[in-house]
């Protein structure tokens, strides 16, 4: 179940997704995002449906790979699915105890998973396109302006991106240790809830143990090479925009203008 999980990972490909500006890439998730709840019909998610499979083609990574980080997130999916199919009131379809299906109910249920798949598919699609380096390059450079107001972008832009770097590295990890207390005998499959939750201390607490030593000897490595901070440090390779961002940010604003228009008029 750990290596189902692809935010993080990159995927390396010859693409022109890959090529973009990672502040394009961010730019352009954050605005899917926000489609994602614009949308409220049918016109809509059909919209960033046509949208999202157009960019995975572009991407030219494997739709498998990309659908494999859904796995991670099946219960979620269940619980919120479940929570709006059987608690929203309306015209009732099914009734059976004390549950009941409405349309509204059902609307709902679907218009959810469809938000939640994408949500992931889409966030996967950021990470799997763009390096550790190019990503927190791409949020100090679009953050920047809250400079100004004292925040420090840079640190914030390398914490954020030393954490999604360390999800595939610790999902690894997880499924070395699990493997191996299996060998000694642990079952972390059969029993009760309370007895699956008791065989989980031998896989925490090694687990625990590596990413403290992880980070330690992250902090030893970045103070030996006498780094302080992201002021006045130059870039090898300096973020700037090309045809290709211009032509993407111009569709961004048009999907956006279209998603909007379908939540008003339709």
């Known amino acids: 179940m750990f290596r189902e999980i692809t935010l993080g990972q990159y995927y390396p490909a010859d693409s022109k997704i890959h090529r973009l500006d990672p502040r394009t890439k961010l730019f352009g998730t954050m605005i899917f995002i926000i489609s994602l709840f614009i949308a409220d019909n049918v016109w809509g998610y059909g919209i960033a449906t046509a949208a999202l499979i157009l960019v995975i083609r572009m991407t030219r990574v494997p739709v498998r790979f990309i659908l494999r980080g859904l796995k991670a997130v099946l219960i979620l999916l269940l619980i919120s699915v479940s929570f709006n199919l059987f608690l929203t009131s309306g015209r009732v379809i ?13 609307r709902l249920a679907v218009f959810m998973a469809i938000r939640l798949i994408y949500l992931v598919v889409g966030s996967s699609l950021m990470t799997l396109t763009t390096t550790p380096n190019q990503l927190t390059d791409g949020l100090e450079k679009g953050l920047g302006f809250l400079k100004r107001l004292k925040v420090p972008v ?7 991106s030393i954490a999604l770097r360390f999800i595939p590295i610790l999902v690894e990890e997880t499924d070395k240790i699990m ?51 992201g002021e006045g440090r130059t870039k090898m390779k300096p973020l700037h925009y090309e045809t290709g961002d ?14 909007a228009a379908c939540r008003i008029y339709l």
């Not at 211009?246 to 998603?259: E, F, H, I, K, S």
């Open 179 to 229: 493997k191996a207390q299996m060998a000694r005998g642990a079952d972390f499959e059969s029993g009760n809830l309370m007895q699956r939750a008791k065989a989980m201390v031998p896989l925490l607490v090694p687990l625990f143990v590596s990413a403290f030593r992880r980070a330690t000897d992250l902090a030893m490595a970045m103070e030996a090479r006498c780094y302080r901070g």
């Open 94 to 106: 099914v009734k059976f105890w004390i549950f009941q299906i409405t349309e509204e109910g059902v």
């Open 246 to 259: 211009r032509a993407a940010y111009t569709l961004l604003a048009v999907y956006l203008a279209v998603m």
């Open 154 to 160: 840079h640190e914030v832009a390398m914490m954020m």
